[in-house]
T-cell receptor
């Protein structure tokens, strides 16, 4: 499809495990964003990529969270030693150039840490 | 304290009513977005504003840069408008989200 896709759509894991969440942005979009949305709250910014580099990673909550975008397209959000508090919907968005442009959101990955 | 504040947090309306959702922000912005989040979680970008007013169908968004305030209006509301509406302030690459307004439109 032409939109942002995310896989898996749902992930259940045990506390302490490692998880990877994948985002496929719209083709040609240079900017890619990761957000986290906990139940009953608005999305929370995690990290922003411009091309292959993380232009702003100030939203990552701690060093268990890491994201990469090695070829400037697909991005992977990696969470080590998962905790129950990591349970949330992880949203990815992309935009053509970044800055204040319209962002196009993926459907999200629902992560549940037991 | 969230730098982006929305009001009301919850809003229930009857079909056909005119609806207004307000958003106040505290810092200079490059743009302000209104997003719609459906019950299933999917997010749709409704508007991006840096000044003035935009209209799309029954939706109107306005922004007053001097007062750091934006409003989202829905005319002739319909039950399918029921969703969470989120105001997002962008300053460069940094985004700050409001906590959202849960709108329920009853038939």
């Amino acid at each position: 499809g032409a939109g942002v896709s995310q896989t898996p759509s749902n992930k259940v894991t045990e506390k302490g495990k490692y998880v990877e969440l994948r985002c496929d942005p719209i083709s040609g979009h240079t900017a890619l964003y990761w957000y986290r949305q906990s139940l009953g709250q608005g999305p929370e910014f995690l990290i922003y990529f411009q091309g292959t580099g993380a232009a702003d990673d100030s939203g990552l909550p701690n060093d268990r969270f890491f994201a990469v975008r090695p070829e400037g397209s697909v991005s992977t959000l990696k969470i080590q030693r998962t905790e129950r508090g990591d349970s949330a919907v992880y949203l990815c968005a992309s935009s053509l150039l970044g800055g204040g442009e319209t962002q196009y959101f993926g459907p999200g990955t629902r992560l549940l840490v037991l | 304290k969230n730098e982006v504040e929305q009001s009301p947090q919850n809003l229930t309306a009857q079909e056909g009513e005119f609806i207004t959702i307000n958003c106040s922000y505290s810092v200079g912005i490059s743009a302000l977005h209104w997003l719609q989040q459906h019950p299933g979680g999917g997010i749709v970008s409704l508007f991006m504003l840096s000044s003035g007013k935009k209209k799309h169908g029954r939706l109107i968004a306005t922004i007053n840069i001097q007062e750091k305030h934006s409003s989202l209006h829905i005319t002739a509301s319909h039950p399918r408008d029921s969703a969470v509406y989120i105001c997002v302030e962008t300053s460069g690459s940094r985004l700050t989200f409001g906590e959202g307004t849960q709108l329920t439109v009853n038939p």
